[in-house]
């Protein structure tokens, strides 16, 4: 099959093209990792954690497979093909941190791991933080928050960071709170002083 | 024709006292000869006692409401107040607008943070017996302030049309709608017009999108201002109530001693509100699924529950029948209007027990409402 042929044909039949040439099988989400996740953090998470589109890979809306074009197809195939850990990996129906997952795990062991879902988190790289909010992706994992939105973390754990981060920002808000408030006192007590001195020199006259 | 003649007189005699009547109750309501500089400000006191904390609660909830009139200019700047726009405008000034994730936490933060000072001035006023007269219309203007503040919650809570967001105003709307249940005849038909009125068209998009926006930037916030200044100038005009039952040994000046003391707690106030919004983004206490943006094609997240400040009527409402919660709204909504009158006579230490069971089931219900409904519906 000639790559160049794709764009002249219908994304269905590129879809069922695509499956029987990489001989995928069905593309599901993998409700166990959720279910763990929900059980372990009390936290709701839907496909969105791992997937580009929340309602998971099947269908035809935008990140689903029934969306994608004849080169995003191809991708898809050679994400599939990433068994060992290392092999970079680009899959249009992942989001970055399910690329990074597989890139991470490889898909041999991510598969293995459906039986033992409690464990993908110690498996991940233990420095890793896609989002930059200071907490690894593997806790992420474990708190049910998403590893992609620096927003969304264990509250506590996003207050120690984002404290330490902004410390200098904090320190000098709060200077200029002081500043402003010791400055208020004094215009404010000036004025007291000046009111109780018209009051006495009434008094006096 | 004599009779007809003393009987009109005898009305004229009482229309004249009814008007002496009402004279002198507004006038000890309003006592325009205190209208000075002098009584309001040089020689205003406040008491000191074991209660006196109570007194800044007022003026923090003040406080905080005017950095949501200042964040929330700040917002407009940005927001779109469009079913197609706003989740992504809400997201823009988030990660792009520099100081939007600052402004916007503080917005979200300050919004719990006033309705929390407003209750809390609320509870502490009712066991201060700051209700009697005549401060009567302190009162009743403090009571649709609180109202109003929770109008503000919750048409504020629509507008970044997030999964939470419109499901849960779903869900409220539809609380008006079930009212109809109860009501007889031609009534009953009441609460769908209503809904159909705030909601604009025949499911919660645009219209109410727009509605809401309406009443969070403009009509609320415009009421507020105008019910504030009659709160405040209530306050002003008859100085803080005693609030104890024995005469306070210690008074003092308003201004500039409590006044200054006002300040600081403000500035202590905006410093922990600062750090809280520059470190913790108020999504974060959520699960993230809620705060995708709002597909009404797609699937309900679990978990969607209304801002933490409704739960004392939410999980009740989840637990009981509708016409329990209904009813005891109503009550409640009718003893807080009518408290100066309901509670004219009873003694300071019984108001604090109901102030403080009160404040128990509000704590109880906010913080373990969630445990408590799981217990009864398992």
């Not at chain 2, 997201?91 to 006033?114: D, K, Q, Y």
């Not at chain 2, 100038?233 to 308003?254: C, L, N, Y």
């Amino acid at each position: 099959m000639k790559p160049h042929l794709f764009p002249t044909i219908g994304p269905a039949v590129a879809l069922l093209l695509g499956a029987l040439t990489l001989g995928a099988p069905r593309a599901l989400a993998y409700p166990e990792f959720q279910a763990q996740i929900l059980k372990q953090s009390g936290r709701t998470v839907n496909c969105a954690l791992c997937h580009a589109n929340s309602d998971g890979p099947e269908g035809a809306a935008p990140g689903q497979i029934g969306h994608l074009n004849a080169a995003e197809m191809e991708r898809l195939g050679q994400a599939r093909g990433a068994f060992q850990p290392g092999v970079a990996v680009d899959s249009p129906i992942l989001n970055a941190f399910g690329n990074h997952l597989i890139k991470s795990l490889g898909k041999t062991k991510f598969l293995e791991l459906r039986v033992a879902p409690a464990q993908l988190p110690d498996a991940l790289p233990k420095e890793s933080d896609l989002d930059h909010d200071g907490i690894p992706d593997a806790q992420e994992l474990r708190d049910g928050t998403h590893p992609l939105n620096r927003n969304d973390g264990n509250p506590w754990l996003l207050f120690r960071h984002n404290f330490r981060e902004n410390f200098g920002q904090i320190v000098l808000t709060l200077a200029a709170t002081c500043a402003g408030i010791y400055g208020l006192v004094h215009l404010l007590n000036g004025f007291a002083n000046a009111m109780r001195l018209k009051r006495e020199d009434g008094d006096e006259a | 024709m004599l009779a007809l003649h003393h009987q009109t007189r005898r009305c004229g005699v009482n229309f004249r006292e009814k008007v002496l009547n009402t004279e002198s109750y507004l006038a000890e309501r309003f006592p325009v000869e205190k209208l000075n500089y002098a009584s309001m400000v040089e020689k205003k006191e406040v008491p000191v006692h074991r209660l006196s904390w109570a007194y800044y609660l007022g003026g923090l909830a003040l406080f905080f409401f005017m950095i949501q009139m200042v964040t929330g200019l700040l917002l407009l700047f940005y927001y779109q107040p469009t079913v197609s726009d706003a989740h992504a405008s809400v997201e823009f000034i988030t990660e792009h607008v520099p100081g939007g994730a600052l402004v916007r936490n503080l917005h979200a933060w300050c919004s719990s943070a006033m309705i929390a000072a407003v209750m809390v001035h609320l509870l502490t006023a009712f066991a201060m017996k700051a209700f009697g007269k005549p401060r009567e219309v302190t009162w009743v203007t403090g009571v649709l302030l609180l109202g109003i503040t929770f109008g503000l919650g919750f048409t504020g809570y629509l507008l970044p049309w997030h999964q939470i967001a419109v499901n849960a105003t779903k869900i409220g709307l539809q609380s008006i709608e079930e009212v109809g249940n109860y009501l007889p005849g031609q009534l009953s038909t009441l609460p769908t017009l209503l809904k159909e009125i705030i909601q604009g068209e025949a499911t919660v998009g645009q219209a109410t999108l727009s509605r809401f926006f309406a009443l969070h930037v403009i009509i609320l916030p415009l009421s507020i201002v105008m019910l504030l200044g009659l709160h405040l100038f209530s306050v002003q005009i008859h100085g803080m109530s005693q609030g104890i039952d024995e005469a306070p040994k210690r008074t003092e000046k308003f201004f500039p001693t409590f006044f200054l003391k006002d300040l600081t707690v403000w500035g202590v106030a905006f410093m922990v509100l600062y750090v809280i919004s520059v470190c913790v983004p108020f999504e974060s206490l959520y699960s993230y699924p809620l705060f995708e943006p709002f597909n009404p094609k797609g699937s309900t997240p679990d978990g969607i529950k209304p801002e933490w400040y409704f739960y004392f009527v939410y999980y009740p409402l989840e637990i009981l029948p509708f016409w329990v919660i209904l009813l005891g709204s109503m009550i409640g909504g009718a003893v807080l209007l009518f408290t100066p009158w309901i509670f004219k006579n009873t003694s300071r230490r019984t108001l604090r027990v109901l102030a403080a069971a009160a404040a128990v089931y509000l704590v109880v219900m906010t913080l373990f409402g969630e445990k408590i409904y799981h217990l009864f519906k398992g």
